[in-house]
Nanobody, 125 residues
């Protein structure tokens, strides 16, 4: 069983920055591909970014390219999402997810095995 706990969400003005963290339990975090998704009110959950188990590969959804950066610290069992130049349309609940034992760079929800509880990000205009 893997537990994921997100933190770092909050209220920020447009143009501002936030860094989300996701702490994972388990001794084999370095074997997990990790991803971030978000769900805005009344909308489906969308892929945001993914990082391979090694951290060497990353992939981003088009709306966040150039503004968001996913990274990981395998020694701390933590994955991060650095968000800059935030826009009101980035407002959503942000979830991290783990794809256990994966050599892939997954972008679809069904590819992930474990999910965090989410953290709210609100960007005011």
């Amino acid at each position: 069983q893997v537990q994921l706990v997100e933190s770092g969400g909050g209220l920020v003005q447009a143009g501002g920055s936030l860094r989300l963290s996701c702490a994972a339990s388990g001794r084999t975090f370095s074997n997990y591909a990790m991803g971030w998704f978000r769900q805005a009110p009344g909308k489906e959950r969308d892929f945001v970014a993914a990082i391979s188990a090694s951290g060497r590969l990353t992939y981003y959804a088009d709306p966040v390219k150039g503004r968001f950066t996913i990274s990981r610290d395998n020694a701390k069992n933590t994955v991060y999402l650095q968000m800059i130049s935030l826009r009101p349309e980035d407002t959503a609940v942000y979830y991290c997810a783990a794809d256990v034992g994966s050599l892939r760079l997954p972008t679809a929800e069904y590819e992930y095995d474990y999910w965090g509880q989410g953290t709210q990000v609100t960007v005011s205009s």
